[in-house]
């Protein structure tokens, strides 16, 4: 069952920092009589203040959608930061594969890899094929496409952002024996 307001302010303590503020504000002996003083001038008297340390409605609501404008500007400030990243990334990346694609027009093989979760390929001539598989060479996503290009520049755009690295075979690594050879048409 869902709490009231009152209950949720008390939790959050949103409650407890008004009543302090309250408390420091307020004279902590009411006047004598019980009463505060009536103004001659004054067309309304002040609301009676709760003894119980309640607040009205009205303040705790606006307090909670202060608390929410702020909390929501604060997300959308990150959110800006964190796209303001991606693209000085992916601007950083577009520099430094301007001219360092090894792709070629005309090739006559595909090399199959795994990437998001999905086999993916790319077409390479036999030299770029055994260059994959013993690593010299690496594939890079870049724009949904992907990008042969050395291993240093692989290596690169992993330092940058590791995410745009489709395939890098680590020639130190044990090897596979999955039964399928890595140069198995498909």
Known sequence: MADSLRDQLLKSGIVKQVREEQRAKSPSQPPRGGRPPQG????????????NGEMDLAKAYAIRAQTEATERKRAEQEAAEQARLRRERKAKIQKLLEGQVLNKAEVDQVRHFEYGGKIRRVHVDAEQLTALNEGRLGIVQQNGRYLVVSQAIAEQVRSIDAHLLALLVDPQAPADDDGVPDDLMW
């Not at 001659?40 to 003894?51: L, S, V």
């Open 40 to 51: 001659k001038g004054r067309p309304h008297a002040p609301p009676p203040r709760r003894d």
